[in-house]
């Protein structure tokens, strides 16, 4: 039963500043680090793909002022993760209902998934949020990972990045509004970068262009900031950046395996600071696998980087089956 008073329903674009402000506290109070803005809520509430009203609910009292909230997005029907923050003061009494909603939610899934694939549930939870890993693990989610959120504040004018001659800086914004180049073969080589570098990432599902190009290439994305490494024709490397709320995020950084062990990683790195400390932003951030198969944790720690805060991812097992996520690192 809810507490009397509180009701659940379907959440409107209307609700994202409320959403978004629940966050912040939640985020704030265990890590110090601000969640997210409601700008980014609704850019991502109005992607033509996302069905809002079937994928978020939110806990509002009488006068419908929101308490809480859940939300769920899945990769290819066979992994499907759910967000949920409540206010402090309801705390242990609702989180039940909004994760009974997430369950009927996700197992609308098990019968778009292929049949022989593995279906899971999975979410995240701060590590220093002991009352929230205590309440998923009685519902039955095991705890298999924990991620980093970095960050490192710049002092002063950051590293010089150090190209090997062969290799070129372009933006994804030079190179669709360079004549001479043909938008869709740049976008669809971005995308099989992305696709081969994020091969060896845990967890990684392979996506499908259209996805792909739905989140990253947009509206709201200064692709400015779409830092490329070329080398010749070939995207080796790249580094997707974007302001947030005054500060600096390193999104998704890549580097395909036939280029990695050239100091492309820190180059990208480092020539992405230097452009968040010209536009007078100072705090970047940056999230990573605190097990990362590749050895990223190595090379932002040498960026000069450090951990921020972390997440334990935990899953619970909707219909066993092949599970096809990048679980070990192939050698090529």
Same mark, same amino acid.
């Given at each position: 039963?809810?507490?009397?008073?509180?009701?659940?329903?379907?959440?409107?674009?209307?609700?994202?500043?409320?959403?978004?402000? &629940?966050?912040?506290?939640?985020?704030?109070?265990?890590?110090?680090?601000?969640?997210? !803005?409601?700008?980014?809520?609704?850019?991502?509430?109005?992607?033509?793909?996302?069905?809002?009203?079937?994928?978020?609910?939110?806990?509002?009292?009488?006068?419908?002022?929101?308490?809480?909230?859940?939300?769920?997005?899945?990769?290819?029907?066979?992994?499907?993760?759910?967000?949920?923050?409540?206010?402090?003061?309801?705390?242990?009494?609702?989180?039940?209902?909004?994760?009974?909603?997430?369950? !009927?939610?996700?197992?609308?899934?098990?019968?778009?998934?292929?049949?022989?694939?593995?279906?899971?549930?999975?979410?995240?939870?701060?590590?220093?949020?002991?009352?929230?890993?205590?309440?998923?693990?009685?519902?039955?989610?095991?705890?298999?990972?924990?991620?980093?959120?970095?960050?490192?504040?710049?002092?002063?004018?950051?590293?010089?990045?150090?190209?090997?001659?062969?290799?070129?800086?372009?933006?994804?914004?030079?190179?669709?509004?360079?004549?001479?180049?043909?938008?869709?073969?740049?976008?669809?080589?971005?995308?099989?970068?992305?696709?081969?570098?994020?091969?060896?990432?845990?967890?990684?599902?392979? !996506?499908?262009?259209?996805?792909?190009?739905?989140?990253?290439?947009?509206?709201?994305?200064?692709?400015?900031?779409?830092?490329?490494?070329?080398?010749?024709?070939?995207?080796?490397?790249?580094?997707?950046?974007?302001?947030?709320?005054?500060?600096?995020?390193?999104?998704?950084?890549?580097?395909?395996?036939?280029?990695?062990?050239?100091?492309?990683?820190?180059?990208?790195?480092?020539?992405?600071?230097?452009?968040?400390?010209?536009?007078?932003?100072?705090?970047?951030?940056?999230?990573?696998?605190?097990?990362?198969?590749?050895?990223?944790?190595?090379?932002?720690?040498?960026?000069?980087?450090?951990?921020?805060?972390?997440?334990?991812?935990?899953?619970?097992?909707?219909?066993?089956?092949?599970? &096809?996520?990048?679980?070990?690192?192939?050698?090529?």
């Amino acid at each position: 039963m809810l507490i009397e008073g509180l009701s659940i329903r379907p959440a409107t674009l209307d609700d994202a500043a409320q959403i978004a402000h &629940i966050m912040n506290v939640c985020s704030l109070e265990f890590s110090g680090v601000p969640g997210i !803005s409601s700008a980014y809520l609704l850019f991502i509430w109005t992607r033509p793909t996302y069905k809002l009203a079937e994928s978020v609910r939110v806990l509002v009292t009488a006068e419908d002022e929101i308490v809480g909230w859940v939300g769920l997005r899945h990769q290819q029907h066979i992994e499907v993760d759910f967000n949920m923050d409540v206010l402090p003061a309801y705390r242990g009494r609702v989180e039940q209902k909004l994760l009974c909603w997430a369950r !009927s939610r996700a197992n609308e899934h098990i019968t778009l998934a292929p049949e022989d694939m593995q279906v899971v549930l999975s979410t995240r939870a701060n590590a220093k949020d002991s009352a929230h890993r205590v309440f998923l693990e009685h519902e039955g989610f095991q705890h298999i990972r924990s991620f980093w959120t970095m960050k490192r504040t710049l002092e002063g004018q950051p590293e010089q990045p150090q190209w090997a001659p062969s290799f070129q800086l372009r933006t994804f914004k030079e190179l669709i509004e360079d004549p001479s180049q043909d938008d869709e073969r740049i976008s669809h080589a971005i995308f099989e970068a992305h696709e081969e570098a994020f091969a060896d990432h845990w967890g990684h599902v392979p !996506s499908t262009f259209e996805a792909w190009r739905e989140r990253a290439l947009n509206s709201r994305q200064d692709l400015g900031c779409f830092y490329l490494a070329m080398d010749g024709e070939q995207v080796a490397a790249y580094a997707r950046c974007a302001e947030e709320r005054g500060d600096g995020w390193v999104y998704t950084l890549g580097v395909r395996r036939a280029w990695r062990r050239k100091g492309l990683g820190l180059a990208l790195l480092y020539h992405a600071f230097g452009e968040f400390y010209r536009e007078g932003i100072r705090d970047i951030y940056l999230g990573v696998d605190a097990q990362s198969l590749t050895g990223a944790t190595h090379l932002y720690k040498r960026a000069g980087m450090h951990v921020a805060c972390e997440y334990t991812i935990y899953e619970q097992i909707l219909r066993p089956g092949r599970d &096809i996520r990048t679980q070990m690192l192939e050698q090529a």
